[in-house]
Every structure is written in C-alpha cells, then in structure tokens.
C-alpha cells in the first residue's frame, strides 16, 4: 500500500496538497533529533521524574520476568474501565495450564461514589469468584492488581493514586495506597485468604504477559484509544529508584514504565507540531496533555484527519462536504477504511476530494509508525540485546490496515538490534496474575 502517494491528475493542484501537507511528513533530521530528545527525556526521568522530564519513568519494582518455576494458583483484578474482571490462573512449571475469568460492572454510583464503597464491591466480587469455586478453602491465594490509572508507586504492592480518570472520580482515594485500600476491604467482607501482592498497569502486564509466551520479551507496547510503552531498564541508571526507597544491591535491572502518551507535555518534541495538532488539543479534554498520543493514539487520528482535511480543502478552495463539518464526524475506524478503499466515499462530492481525504489518512499513518517506531527503536537500543520480542496489543495495531507493517519498517531502520513483533492480547489480565507468581517466587508474599 503506497501510503504516500496522491492520485490525482491535475498536477498542480497535486502539488499544492502536498505542499500544505509537507509539515506532516517527518523527514530524517526530524526523527534523528527525536531519537535524541526522547533518550534525553528518558535519562532525565530517570533521575527526576516529572520534575526533569516529560516521562514520568515509574518504578513498577519488577526485577524479574517469568523463570519457570512458577506453580499453583493466582488471582488477578483487572480495573479499567465500567466493566472489570477477576481472574484465576493456574500454573505449572511457569506456564498457564488453566485459565478462568469472570466479568462484573462497576454502577456508575460505585465509580463516582466515595471510594471506600467502590473498593467494597471490588472485594465483594472477589468473595463471589472464590466462593462460586470454592477456593476459600486454599490457605493462601497471592492477587496480582492491574489498576489502569495514573499512580506512583513505592513498591511492587504499594501505588498511590494520582488522579482518577476515564469515567471515575471516587473521592477519599486519591494520594492513597489502592493496594491497601483493597486489603482492607478484603477483611472487611471476610475474605481471609486472598492478599494483594503487586499493583500494575496493562502496559506493564502486556509485557509480562509476552515473557509468558516468549522469554526474549522485554518491552511491552500498547497502541489503542491511547499509548504507552515499558521496557526492561539497567537498574544502574534509575537514579530516582522511588520515594523513600533505595535499590537492594542484587538487583540488576528493572522493568520501568515511562508513560510515553504523555512525552512532549514539556513542549520538547513542538518541532513536529502542526498547527492542526494545536486545533486538536485545543478541542480536547485536556489541551496540554497527553501530547504525544494526541498525534497518533485511536482516540484522536480520526479527528486530526477530518481538521487536516476541512483546512486544506479550504486552502485549495474546495467544496467542503458538510457532514466532515462536524466534530467527531470521522473517526479512527474511518481512516482505516479509507485506506483499504471501503469508507467515507459518499460523505465526499468528487474523486479528487476522496484521493485528497484518502491521501491524508496516509500520512497521518505514516507519521504515526515513525512516532512509535523511533520510541521502541529507542528502547532497542539502550537494551543491546541480541533478540528482543516487543508484546503488543491495542485496536489501533490490529485494526489498521498497514500500521503494524509501517511500524515494523521503521524500527528496524532505526536499529541495528534483532526484534520481533508479537500480538498479545490480554496482558491487563493474565499479566497481573503472573506478576502475582513472580511476587511469591521472590518472597514478597
């Protein structure tokens, strides 16, 4: 698929799309120096967080990966959303042998209420899972908590609420330890046998979740509704280990999640920015953050396609089909049609206009897998492995008609090292009961 080729017959005006266009089109220079201001950010998070950096570079005090040794049962609570679930695994020699989950809503009384009520019914679900199967009985039962919300973390069991988002705002929760927060509801309802053992975010369980099926995983890389990427860090060079705590000597590396959506918050990257970048941020819910995801993540491409689109139709002097007038009126989906040729042809009035839409879509995409691209190439590099498999999942990546391909070329012009893309689904889930596993092999039960 040419991604950047405008198919229209008048060349002149061919020329002045994609002359007005031009800003979107990231040329060598431009990723060379955002390879550099994004290793710049990471090493300036590393050693101070937000205060240095874009990239909040949290802790998840992950030191270790599957080893193989892993047996019996773990829980997992996965919270992101209305809907959550409570997940058992069952292992055996580090593998899943058995695998059974169930789904429970969350009312929306429950996730604007006070948030003591909200982690009641969390532990009241767990109560219900164990005792439709009988798991009371087991003296001990390590939970693995995936919680898909901004914290900060101190330790693998302990993650302090930063802000709520998505469709929840509990008061009395944030600042607090959500960790315990949930223990203690879990007395409370009289589950005895169940304790919560390691705090994570889907990131983080994506590439757990990887190691699970391939031991060379060692990044883990979401590209959805939004985006965010972890990777195994040298333990040496995480200066700002976590607030209070210091790194035990044995500890060679640890598993970091920098919160890529947000890089560029700081304005470091503003020299790829458009002005319909600055339109789409403005119209956002949070103009300002969020930044570097607002130019790519499924949450947005549609939107910055239909404003590129309605500005140059009108630099050309083109007609300007009223139904792409309307905010939100082309969504992600939508640009993935176009692309494969099966959408939006009756919003336009003419071929020229569809060719114009269509050549849009595709360097919007083609700025995206470069984006992503020089990110984990990023990563790649500070690792130096001879192999590394790159878990990811999200509808942007298993939707798009070329995304994953694009991505996939990039990286590998950007390094020099050995990788592999691997489709994981599922990692908020499966991930946090492994996380559980590893958390008992290392003694932290």
């Given amino acids: 698929m040419d991604l950047l080729n405008l198919c229209i017959k008048d060349e002149v005006l061919k020329a002045q799309v994609v002359h007005i266009l031009s800003p979107l089109v990231i040329d060598k220079e431009k990723c060379g120096k955002l390879l550099d201001v994004f290793e710049s950010e990471l090493d300036k998070g590393l050693e101070y967080?937000?205060?240095?950096?874009?990239l909040q570079m949290e802790n998840t005090f992950i030191p270790e990966l599957l080893d193989g040794s892993e047996q019996g049962r773990y829980l997992a609570l996965d919270l992101g959303g209305t809907n959550f679930r409570v997940i058992l695994l069952e292992l055996e020699n580090g593998k899943i042998i058995n695998e059974t989950i169930e789904y429970y809503s969350v009312a929306e009384s429950l996730r604007l209420g006070p948030g003591v009520n909200l982690f009641n019914f969390l532990a009241e679900s767990i109560k219900d899972f164990i005792d439709k199967r009988d798991l009371a009985s087991i003296k001990r039962m390590p939970l693995g908590f995936t919680f898909s919300f901004p914290m900060t973390q101190t330790a693998l069991?302990?993650?302090?609420?930063?802000?709520?988002?998505?469709?929840?705002?509990?008061?009395?929760?944030?600042?607090?330890?959500?960790?315990?927060?949930?223990?203690?509801?879990?007395?409370?309802?009289?589950?005895k046998n169940v304790a919560v053992v390691?705090?994570?975010?889907?990131?983080?369980?994506t590439l757990v979740a990887g190691a699970h099926d391939s031991p060379d995983c060692a990044i883990g890389l979401i590209l959805g509704t939004g985006t965010n990427a972890s990777y195994i860090e040298k333990a040496d060079r995480v200066i700002r280990w976590g607030e209070g705590t210091t790194r035990e000597d044995n500890v060679e590396q640890v598993v970091m999640d920098p919160e890529t959506g947000a890089f560029g918050d700081n304005g470091c990257i503003d020299f790829v920015k458009t002005e319909w970048d600055r339109?789409?941020?403005?119209?956002s819910l949070l103009p300002g953050s969020f930044t570097f995801e607002k130019y790519f993540a499924g949450k947005y491409l549609g939107e910055l396609a239909r404003i590129v689109f309605t500005s140059v139709m009108e630099q050309?002097?083109?007609?300007?089909?009223?139904?792409l007038l309307v905010i939100g009126s082309l969504t992600t989906k939508d640009v993935s049609d176009i692309l494969e040729s099966s959408g939006k042809q009756e919003m336009v009035s003419d071929e020229t206009s569809y060719a114009i839409l269509k050549h849009i879509c595709g360097i919007l995409s083609e700025r995206a897998a470069i984006l992503v691209a020089f990110t984990i190439a990023t990563f790649l590099n500070r690792m130096s492995r001879?192999?590394?498999?790159?878990?990811?999942?999200?509808?942007?990546?298993?939707?798009?008609?070329?995304?994953?391909?694009?991505?996939?070329?990039?990286?590998?012009?950007?390094?020099?090292?050995?990788?592999?893309?691997?489709?994981?689904?599922?990692?908020?889930?499966?991930?946090a009961g492994l996380v559980a596993a590893i958390a008992q092999r290392l003694g932290n039960l």
């Fill in 198 to 205: 390691a705090i994570l975010n889907d990131t983080t369980g």
């Fill in 279 to 283: 339109q789409l941020d403005l119209g």
């Fill in 157 to 191: 069991d302990v993650g302090h609420l930063v802000n709520w988002t998505k469709s929840f705002n509990c008061p009395g929760v944030i600042g607090e330890d959500v960790v315990a927060m949930l223990n203690v509801a879990l007395d409370r309802v009289g589950v």
């Fill in 386 to 431: 001879a192999h590394t498999v790159i878990a990811v999942t999200g509808s942007l990546y298993k939707l798009h008609p070329c995304l994953a391909s694009r991505l996939e070329e990039h990286t590998r012009r950007l390094t020099k090292y050995n990788f592999t893309f691997q489709l994981c689904d599922d990692g908020s889930g499966k991930g």
């Fill in 49 to 54: 967080g937000l205060a240095g950096s874009s």
């Fill in 316 to 323: 050309i002097r083109q007609r300007i089909p009223e139904s």
